[in-house]
């Protein structure tokens, strides 16, 4: 019987390539499930779980809420400005209040890096990282990998370019230690104000080209440009940005092979994706997403079974 | 995608030899043959020609019992298109969290409908009971079969914690709570037998 090598869900830094293939393996189960005429099982139902979303999320907390519902699990939402942070409470407070109430699990998203370690190493549940700050979600980089594997049958030996804002995302850095561990090639392409400095430190390689970039790949994951994050301009304009990072339907047809195309959500049509590229079958936007509940419920049945 | 999985199925002699257990014959090759000709005989009684009917088999252990009785029915009772599910229990059982080990699931495949069904539940030992009953929640999240029965190969009798019984039973073993009854199956484990083993 095999398990998961970590207690807590923090980072894809800290899982190893076994633990990434139980979490599909288990996934691939649970996509089934959810696709029944009763989707749901009771595996979870002696277990709370908080969710802690102390910036704004719509899709990640709709698809933990889902899972953990899916798994029978009893599920408190807080959401960050409704609650007494503003008046002061600490981090650490404000959860050790909410575990006194009996709660098991966490799902913790955060603006600051590091804040679900931090937990982690303070509080006595399992925590799980939704997304903290500029460095890692775990979740999603499960769910795109394993939509990548469902596609193209294996993730290993595969070219994957992250295209876009690599320096304000999360889901690129926690994407390039999944790739990499499950053994693809993973290439970074965007505008060099939006590349962070240290990357190729990663082991993956930098493109400015976009058009090289996709003539090398399989699979393109675009991100969003994340507009809330930018204090500074980091590019003169969306229009700017659209003409040299955008992708368009013509360029994927003047590509010798079909590539596969990502987005991790929400879209700006028309700047990282025009529309014709984001409704076309060569894009999985919306297998991401299914996947995406299916992925969560592997995560929170495998954690809850390490207690 | 999947990676390389250790089987579910227990290699018997790996586990005897290793774990220097004492083991008795219950059931030989002829006498297997035997019961899977009885078993068979007994659902074409029940059943006729299938055509309402649904053997699941339950994951991992029942599926190649199941196999074996299809294989039965088509080719020695000319019984032709039964359909055959197997059905995972992993996420309904009440011991998880509770046994101290992760239970990993197998593969499910219910792709025939189980609305009005006559359906057969199958599984190589009954012991507990505790399967059956996480294996009844299962099935419910499918839809409302008209019946559901269950034939098991061995029945440990007195040893239930729940009120179920079989319907249909290849052989009844009274073994006490420090003995463990495996089934072999040559595909798996390179012999049809039925083993009474000492932990």
């Known amino acids: ?267 700006n049509r028309g700047v990282e994706l025009s529309s014709e590229v984001v409704d076309s079958d060569q894009a999985i936007i919306l297998n991401q997403v299914e996947n995406g509940v299916a992925v969560r419920m592997a995560v929170l049945y495998l954690l809850a079974a390490k207690k | 995608m999947k990676s390389e999985k250790t089987p579910k199925t227990i290699n018997f002699f790996y586990f005897c030899k290793n774990y220097g257990m004492s083991k008795k014959l219950l059931l030989s090759a002829e006498d297997l043959r035997i019961i899977l000709f009885r078993l068979a005989c007994q659902l074409k009684e029940t059943h006729g020609n299938f055509t309402q009917t649904l053997l699941v088999g339950l994951q991992p252990r029942g599926v190649r019992l199941a196999e074996r009785l299809l294989h039965t029915l088509t080719n020695h009772y000319e019984v032709p298109n039964v359909q055959l599910s197997k059905l995972d229990i992993t996420f309904f059982r009440d011991d998880f969290r509770r046994s101290g080990k992760v239970l990993n699931a197998s593969d499910n495949s219910m792709e025939f409908g189980v609305e009005n069904k006559r359906i057969v539940l199958i599984d190589d030992v009954l012991y507990t009971g505790r399967s059956i009953r996480a294996a009844l929640t299962a099935i419910d999240s499918y839809g409302r079969p008209a019946e559901i029965q269950l034939l098991n190969l061995i029945d440990r009798r007195f040893s239930r914690h729940l009120p179920i019984q079989p319907d249909f039973c290849g052989h009844q073993v009274d073994a006490i709570q420090n003995e463990r009854v495996v089934v072999c199956w040559k595909e798996d484990d390179n012999e049809d037998a039925v083993y009474l083993v000492n932990k």
């Not at chain 1, 600490?90 to 050790?96: A, F, G, P, Q, R």
Request: with cysteine; hydrophobic share 45%.
């Open chain 1, 1 to 267: 019987m095999s398990e998961l090598s970590v207690r807590h869900l923090l980072g894809i830094k800290y899982l190893n390539e076994a633990d990434i293939r139980l979490i599909f393996e288990t996934a691939t189960q649970f996509k089934e499930v959810i696709n029944r005429p009763i989707k749901k099982v009771p595996s979870l139902r002696d277990i709370t779980i908080a969710n802690l979303f102390f910036e704004n999320s719509t899709r990640t907390k709709l698809s933990f809420e889902l899972a953990q519902k899916r798994l029978s699990a009893d599920v408190i939402n807080f959401a960050a400005s409704m609650s007494s942070l503003k008046k002061g409470e600490t981090l650490i407070d404000t959860v050790n209040n909410i575990l006194s109430m009996k709660v098991d699990m966490v799902v913790m998203r955060h603006s600051s890096a590091g804040a679900a370690s931090f937990l982690a190493e303070h509080v006595d549940a399992t925590i799980i990282n939704a997304g903290d700050g500029a460095h890692e979600h775990p979740t999603q980089a499960l769910l795109d990998t394993f939509s990548i594997a469902e596609r193209l049958g294996d993730v290993a030996g595969k070219k994957v370019v992250i295209i876009g804002d690599i320096l304000h995302s999360r889901v690129a850095l926690s994407n390039i230690f999944a790739l990499q561990k499950l053994g693809a090639q993973v290439k970074v392409c965007g505008p060099s104000t939006l590349m962070p400095k240290h990357i190729t430190s990663l082991g993956v390689t930098v493109e400015t080209d976009v058009k090289k970039a996709l003539e090398w790949c399989d699979v393109a994951n675009v991100l969003r440009v994340q507009f809330e994050r930018m204090s500074a301009s980091y590019f003169p304009s969306n229009r700017e940005y659209a003409a040299f990072y955008g992708i368009t339907k013509p360029m994927l047809d003047s590509l010798e092979k079909e590539i596969v195309i990502m987005h991790p959500g929400p879209i």
